[in-house]
């Protein structure tokens, strides 16, 4: 397994954005789908989005399309998640995580919290 370490999470207001960065240290092979995931206080983890490693191809929850964008920097092994117009349900800590599956993963980040409030 690889160790994965996010940042970026914070305290911000409704409108707002905040952009999340996951670390690999190590390599992130061609048959990798990196994703991000969150769990609010009380719920089960979802997805929010994945890329997948080979094609960087993106995909995302219904919740998020169009205001979420995820993206990679391959030579730095990391991948992003540029979050915009944040509501309140938007608040979880907000995980990335690695596997082989749209949706899936089996390698995560300790998790970074994401707050929006007035």
């Known amino acids: 397994q690889v160790q994965l370490v996010e940042s970026g999470g914070g305290l911000v207001q409704p409108g707002g954005s905040l952009r999340l960065s996951c670390t690999a240290a190590?390599?992130?092979?061609?048959?990798?789908?990196m994703g991000w995931f969150r769990q609010a206080p009380g719920k089960e983890r979802e997805f929010v989005a994945a890329l997948r490693w080979s094609n960087e191809r993106t995909y995302y929850a219904d919740s998020v399309k169009g205001r979420f964008t995820m993206s990679r920097d391959k030579a730095k092994n990391a991948v992003y998640l540029q979050m915009n117009n944040l509501t309140p349900e938007d608040t979880a800590v907000y995980f990335c995580g690695r596997g082989i599956n749209i949706g899936e993963a089996d390698n995560w980040g300790q998790g970074t919290q994401v707050t929006v409030s007035a």
């Open positions: 190590g390599r992130i092979f061609s048959s990798s789908v």
